[in-house]
Nanobody
Framework: QVQLVESGGGLVQAGGSLRLSCSASGRTFSIYVMGWFRQAPGKEREFVAGLTQSGGSTRYADSVKGRFTISRDNAKSTVYLQMNSLKPEDTAVYYC????????????????WGQGTQVTVSS
């Protein structure tokens, strides 16, 4: 089992940047595929970015490509989401998630979740 704690959310103006962190504790962090998801009020949770155990392969939602970067530091058991050129439509609660061995095809299948961190982008 792994416990996930997100941090780094906040209020930022459009065009600004934030860096989210997700710290993991528990079992060996390097076995987990990691992902970032977000949920805006009244909307379903959606995939934002994900990466493999080594961090060598990443993927992004079309809406954030070129603006967000996901990375991980296995020595620190932490995954990051660097968010640049933020837009008001990026406003949401951001969650990190972990799954052992493979990346599920749907967000519901990720095994472990953090509590979320609020990101608010003002226009």
């Amino acid at each position: 089992q792994v416990q996930l704690v997100e941090s780094g959310g906040g209020l930022v103006q459009a065009g600004g940047s934030l860096r989210l962190s997700c710290s993991a504790s528990g079992r060996t962090f390097s076995i987990y595929v990691m992902g970032w998801f977000r949920q805006a009020p009244g909307k379903e949770r959606e995939f934002v970015a994900g990466l493999t155990q080594s961090g060598g392969s990443t993927r992004y939602a079309d809406s954030v490509k070129g603006r967000f970067t996901i990375s991980r530091d296995n020595a620190k058991s932490t995954v990051y989401l660097q968010m640049n050129s933020l837009k008001p439509e990026d406003t949401a609660v951001y969650y990190c998630a972990a799954n052992p061995g493979y990346a599920p095809s749907t967000w519901r299948s990720y095994a472990y979740w953090g509590q979320g961190t609020q990101v608010t982008v003002s226009s």
